[in-house]
Every structure is written in C-alpha cells, then in structure tokens.
C-alpha cells in the first residue's frame, strides 16, 4: 500500500508540474486558470498539515501568483515524499482527526486522506487543461497513463 502511494503522489507532482508549465505558456488563461491550481495546491497542502497536526498556512482558495503555486507545488512534493517515506500500514490505517474549512469536526483513516488529496487533483487539472484550450494554449497531456508510460521507460508524451 505504501509503494503504491508512493507513486500516486509522483504522478501528482509530475503532474502539477506539467500544468504549471502549460499556464506559464499560455498566460491569457491566468485570470481563469491560475485560482483552480492554487485551490488544488493549497488543499493539497490543508491535507499535509491535518495529517502531520501541523496549521495551515494557505486558506482553502487563495489568491496565489505562479511562481507561488510553483513553489507550493514543490513544498507539496518534498512533504509528502517525507511523510510517505515514514509511513507505517498502522499509520496508514490510523484515524486522522481534524476539522474542515466550516470547522466541523471529522476523522477519517490516513489511508482515505491521502487518497482522496491523489483523486482531487484531476479534476482541477481537466479545468485548468480546459481554461488554457479555451484561450490559444495546448495543455499538457496529464492523464496517469502517460505518466506510468515515461515512469516505466516508454516513449514520452509531448
């Protein structure tokens, strides 16, 4: 299970690097696009910190520039490659405590957390692909497909 998070939040990172690429090189699509990357970047950090009891430094939609969200995106990836390189399957398993952005109480198994902070991301992405088509951009290709592809040695993507 761990291994296979491990993954997960590679291909999140890669990503998240792709679309950060693709809007810096279509910036007419920023006032659409650049909030939904940094509402997928601050959840993903919201997430981090209720599982490492850590407080949040990122309201869940910020107003963030891109060379913000960049860096978010890579504070993001160096945390959860530590967290995860430290996870146990107890941890795993264990109840997470926290409370949501309207402050109601929750707890969930760490195991649902993360995979839920690895399923929210696609769906932001697909606007942000959509937002960048919509104005003269080409997104970026960031299907899990294509990234398990150039993970596992096939041709890339472009």
Same mark, same amino acid.
């Given at each position: 299970m761990k291994s296979q998070f491990q993954r997960s939040f590679r291909y999140d990172a890669w990503a998240n690097s792709r679309v950060i690429e693709? /809007? #810096?090189a279509t910036p007419a699509a920023s006032d659409? #696009? /650049?909030?939904? /990357? *940094?509402?997928l970047l601050a959840a993903e950090h919201i997430w981090f910190c209720r599982l490492t009891g850590r407080a949040a430094e990122h309201e869940v939609f910020p107003s963030l520039t891109l060379d913000a969200c960049r860096r978010l995106a890579n504070a993001n990836t *160096?945390?959860?490659a530590e967290l995860l390189a +430290? *996870?146990?399957d107890?941890? /795993?398993q264990s109840p997470v405590a926290y409370h949501n952005a309207?402050?109601?109480p929750f707890e969930n198994r760490a195991a649902d957390i993360l995979t839920h902070v690895v399923t929210h991301g696609p769906y932001h992405r697909g606007q942000i692909a959509k937002a960048i088509g919509r104005n003269g951009g080409q997104p970026t290709p960031t299907d899990y497909i294509v990234? *398990?592809?150039? +993970?596992?040695g096939g041709p890339p993507v472009l």
């Open positions: 693709s /809007l #810096a659409e #696009a /650049l909030p939904l /990357l *940094a509402h *160096a945390g959860y +430290q *996870a146990t107890d941890w /795993l309207a402050g109601l990234f *398990a592809r150039e +993970q596992d």
